[in-house]
């Protein structure tokens, strides 16, 4: 994103998602990641579980979970941001 940076951009950058469970997890497809949170409800998109059409919360964990990066956090946080700017 180039330009000055607004107050939500700002907030954004502060954010950290909880370690170690399913709001971590590169599989968790949360449809919110401006506002993702433990009680969050998501598909789990594992190639493994997704023939189950598994729908997890943020607070969920199994073993095959992989932690998401902050660059992918980020990435989907400025796509949602662009989204959100756009329709408002």
């Given at each position: ?11 954004l950058k502060g954010i950290q ?18 506002n993702a949170d ?51």
């Amino acid at each position: 994103m180039s330009g000055p940076e607004s107050e939500l951009q700002k907030r954004l950058k502060g954010i950290q998602w909880q370690n170690g469970n399913c709001l971590s997890c590169i599989w968790f497809a949360t449809k919110d990641p401006l506002n993702a949170d433990l009680f969050d409800r998501a598909k789990c998109i594992h190639p493994k579980l997704k023939v189950y059409q598994l729908v997890v919360s943020g607070r969920d964990w199994c073993n095959l979970y992989e932690e998401i990066k902050q660059k992918q956090i980020e990435h989907k946080q400025e796509l949602a941001l662009k989204a959100e700017e756009k329709s408002g």
